[in-house]
């Protein structure tokens, strides 16, 4: 075995293309280990060590391997709503947010929203072994109200405020900065 992808799958997992090039593989590189075995491919440029499991419920396996395949991005709006548990909806897509300065890259069943304030709200959410690039409850309340229905975005809100400890100031914060004024909603929802 080449000592870049030793030193790789010790360090990584689950790495793109561009990580695999940064300790030299090339992408012919990555499609001979694939067909040694050493390596599957899991999505479009990112791969896993063989045989390596995640413990990813099959439930969100595709989405988690399809957020970590496209640079930069982050689960946003119905998808990250489902993974909260506050919608009703089942997402036909997977719902994903890159930065509005860069090329929005097709992905068959992927449906890719481009933000300007990206970095406002991301965080992190474990699954399995893996952590995934996800906006908080309050950013993905918010971006309800302002790119889906008011009936989801609505159900959305009250989900997020019968949960534990609803942070209100960050809610208006947020709604502030992104000009969606979420207090009315929040005022007819908590009397």
């Excluded at 097709?106 to 406002?120: A, H, N, P, Q, T």
């Excluded at 989801?152 to 209100?168: C, D, G, H, M, V």
Aim: with cysteine; glycine share 4%; hydrophobic share 40%.
């Amino acid at each position: 075995m080449n000592k870049n992808l030793e030193k790789l799958l010790s360090e990584k997992q689950v790495f793109s293309t561009a990580v695999a090039r940064q300790y030299g593989l090339s992408p012919a590189l990555l499609a001979y280990y694939q067909k040694k075995g050493l390596i599957e491919r899991v999505n479009r440029g990112l791969y896993k060590k063989s045989r390596y499991d995640p413990h990813i419920s099959p439930q969100w396996e595709d989405l988690v391997y399809t957020a970590l395949s496209v640079p930069e991005s982050v689960i946003c709006l119905l998808s990250a709503l489902a993974l909260y548990d506050m919608t009703e909806e089942i997402p036909r897509k997977h719902w994903i947010a890159v930065s509005n300065d860069r090329m929005a890259p097709r992905r068959k069943g992927v449906r890719i929203v481009r933000l300007r304030d990206i970095d406002l709200g991301q965080t992190e959410l474990k699954m399995g072994d893996l952590n995934v690039p996800i906006f908080d409850k309050e950013r993905t309340v918010i971006d309800a109200f302002r790119y889906l229905s008011k009936e989801i975005a609505i159900k959305a809100l009250r989900a997020y405020l019968s949960q534990q400890k609803p942070n209100f100031n960050k809610l208006y914060e947020y709604g502030k900065k992104l000009r969606m004024d979420i207090e009315p909603y929040v005022l007819s929802l908590a009397t």
